[in-house]
C-alpha cells in the first residue's frame, strides 16, 4: 500500500498525485503541515518538504522529482504508450527540464509567495510566520506569473504536449502548479488561449478530479475551478 505525505496547496504534492492518478494507483493521503515540523515527520525527511511517499512501510521517497522517477521506474516501464516519461533520452531531457522549471523555478518565483501568503498564513502560529499578508510578497509573484504564463503558452501553442507529442511528466508538473494558481483565481488565461486550452485538457482527465473537489477551509477556489470547459 501507497502512503502519501501531502499538502493540497503543494505544486509537488500535487503533482505526485497526478502521476499515481495516472498510473491508477490507489494511494492513502496524509495532510502534512510542513511548517509544523513534527518529530515523526521530520525522522521520515529531515528537510520537512513535501511530497514523501512510502510504499510497504519501506523507506521514505522523497521529493517530487524523486517519487516521479520512482513511480516511472517501477509502474512507468510496464505502461507502453501510456508511459509519462519519454522513450528517447533527448526527449526525456526535455520533459525533466521543464519538469524541473514548473517545480522549481516556477515555485521559487511564484506559486511558493503566493500559497504562502494567501493560504499557509492563514493556519499559522504568529511564531511559526503566520500573520497578515505581505503585500509586497504578492505583488512581485504576480510580476513573475506574466512570464511564466506566456512561457506556458508558448510551449503550448508550439508543441502537441509541453515537452513534445506526448503527455509527459512536464505536463503533470505544470498542471500540478498551475491548478494552485488557478485555485487562487491567480491565473489570467484569457491572455494565452493556447496554454488555457492546454490545462483544459489536463483539468479533463481522470486523475485531475479529487482534486477539483477539494477545497481549502475558509478560502473557496474561483468560480471557473471545476469546470472543464471555461
Sequence with gaps: MLKLYHH???AASRFARLVLGEYGERVELLEERPWEKRRDFLA???????PVMIEDEGPA???ASVVGEYLDETRGVF???KRLMPEKPIERAESRRLTEWFLVKLD???TRYLVRERVFKLEM??????????????RAARANLKHHLRYLGWLAESRDWLAGPRLS???IAAAAAMSILDYLGEVTWDEEPAAKDWYMRLKSRPSFRPLLTERIRGLPPVHHYTQLDF
Design 8 to 10: 493540497p496547496m503543494s
Design 44 to 50: 521520515l525527511n529531515p528537510a520537512a518538504t513535501l
Design 61 to 63: 521517497i522523497v521529493g
Design 79 to 81: 505502461q507502453r504508450d
Design 108 to 110: 521559487g518565483e511564484v
Design 125 to 138: 502560529r504568529p511564531e511559526a510566520g503566520g500573520g497578515p499578508p505581505d503585500a509586497s510578497a504578492i
Design 169 to 171: 511528466y512536464a505536463d
